[in-house]
C-alpha cells in the first residue's frame, strides 16, 4: 500500500499482471544493459535518440522524417517549416541536458519545458495561467482542472513520486497518467509527460536513457489514449500502468540482444551474400509473411511489437537482398518470399 504525502495519494490500482510484468522488466533488464555495451552501442545509441525525437514530435503533428531529425541533428540544412526544425532542436537541446535532470525536481521540470518548448510558447517554462482542455473530433475529452490548482497538484504529485514505496516502474506510470491528467501546461503536455516517465525510469536503471517510452507509444498512440481513457473513465490509472508496463516489456525484450539493423543503403554490398545474419525483426517479418503474405506495415508492426518505421526499414533491407519481393499494388498485393 502507497504512503500518503500532504494529503495527497494518486488513485490507482495494482492488478496482478501489473505485478508480474514489474517482476518481469526487472529481470530482462541486464540483459539489455549488456547489450548497450557490444561494438556498435555509440551508433545504436545515436539511432534511438534520432527515433526517440522523431517519435514524440510525431505523436504531435511534427511531419519531418527520421532521416531530417538525424540531418538537425548533425547540424545539416533542412528545408521545412520554421516551427518543426524548431521543435526538433528544443528536443534536441533537451536531450542533451537529460541526464543531469532532477526526474523529482519540479523546477527542473519547469526548466525542461523552457527548453522544449522555446520559441513555440509564450509560457515556455512557466505553468498555465488559464484554463485549459482536451478536444478529440467529437468534442471536449477531458477538462484539466483550474490554473489556480495546478502549482499544489504538481508539488504534491512530485513529493509522492519521491517519497511513496511503491516501485519506480510503477511511480513512472501513474506519474504520466496524473501529469497528463493535470496538464499542468499551456502547450507541450504530451511531450513532456512521455519526456519525464523516461527520466524517471533512467533513475532506476540507466539503460532507460537508451529505451525511452517516447519509441514505444508512437508505435501504439491509438492503445495509448485508449489506456487514458480508460483510466480516466473509471478514476484510477490502473488500466494505464497496465498498457505501460505492458509496452516497457515488450521494448525491453525487442531489444535486449538484436543487433543494430543495417541502414538501408549500406546493404548493397549484402545482397549476393546468402550468409548474411538477420536480426530477429527481419526474421520475424519473414516468419509473419510466410502464414500470410498479405500483411500491412501496420499489421506487422503490431505483431511484432515495433514501430511502423523499423518494419518499412527491415523489409527495404530484405528486398535490397533479393530476399523479398512486392507483387502487385499496395493495397491487392503480396509479398513474395525469395528464400
Not at 182 to 198: A, C, E, T
Not at 204 to 210: G, I
Not at 282 to 304: H, N, P, V
Request: with cysteine.
Amino acid at each position: 500500500m502507497t504512503k500518503t504525502y500532504n494529503g495527497y495519494k494518486p488513485p490507482f490500482t495494482l492488478s496482478a499482471k501489473a505485478v508480474g510484468l514489474v517482476a518481469d522488466i526487472a529481470a530482462q533488464m541486464e540483459r539489455f544493459a549488456i547489450r548497450m555495451e557490444q561494438s556498435d552501442a555509440l551508433r545504436l545509441r545515436k539511432a534511438n535518440r534520432i527515433k526517440t525525437i522523431h517519435s514524440s514530435l510525431a505523436i504531435e503533428g511534427n511531419h519531418l522524417r527520421e532521416s531530417e531529425v538525424a540531418d538537425i541533428l548533425d547540424g545539416k540544412t533542412v528545408v521545412a517549416p520554421i516551427r518543426e526544425i524548431q521543435e526538433v532542436k528544443n528536443a534536441i537541446r533537451v536531450y542533451e541536458e537529460f541526464e543531469k535532470l532532477d526526474p523529482f525536481s519540479v523546477d527542473d521540470l519547469l526548466r525542461a519545458h523552457g527548453l522544449m518548448m522555446a520559441a513555440l510558447t509564450d509560457d515556455a517554462g512557466h505553468f498555465r495561467r488559464g484554463g485549459v482542455g482536451v478536444y478529440s473530433e467529437s468534442g471536449l475529452v477531458h477538462m484539466a482542472p483550474p490554473a489556480e490548482r495546478v502549482r499544489l497538484l504538481m508539488t504534491d504529485l512530485f513529493d509522492w513520486l519521491k517519497n511513496a514505496d511503491d516501485h519506480l516502474l510503477v511511480r513512472s506510470c501513474v506519474f504520466h497518467y496524473e501529469f497528463e491528467f493535470i496538464h499542468p501546461f499551456v502547450d507541450g503536455n504530451g511531450r513532456m509527460g512521455r519526456l519525464w516517465q523516461s527520466l524517471i525510469l533512467s533513475r532506476w536503471h540507466p539503460s532507460f536513457v537508451h529505451l525511452p517510452v517516447e519509441n514505444m507509444v508512437y508505435a501504439n498512440q491509438q492503445a495509448y489514449y485508449d489506456a487514458i481513457a480508460q483510466s480516466t473513465k473509471q478514476g484510477e490509472c490502473g488500466p494505464f500502468i497496465d498498457f505501460m508496463l505492458e509496452e516497457i516489456y515488450k521494448s525491453v525484450l525487442q531489444h535486449k540482444g538484436e543487433p543494430l539493423d543495417a541502414p538501408v543503403n549500406d546493404t548493397a554490398n549484402d545482397t549476393a551474400s546468402d550468409t548474411v545474419k538477420m536480426t530477429s525483426t527481419q526474421e520475424g517479418i519473414i516468419d509473419l509473411l510466410k502464414k500470410k503474405s498479405f500483411l500491412t506495415y501496420e499489421e506487422m508492426a503490431l505483431q511484432l511489437g515495433v514501430g511502423r518505421a523499423t518494419i518499412a526499414r527491415n523489409i527495404a533491407i530484405l528486398k535490397d537482398r533479393g530476399i523479398l519481393t512486392r507483387v502487385g499494388e499496395d493495397k491487392n498485393g503480396y509479398w513474395k518470399l525469395n528464400i
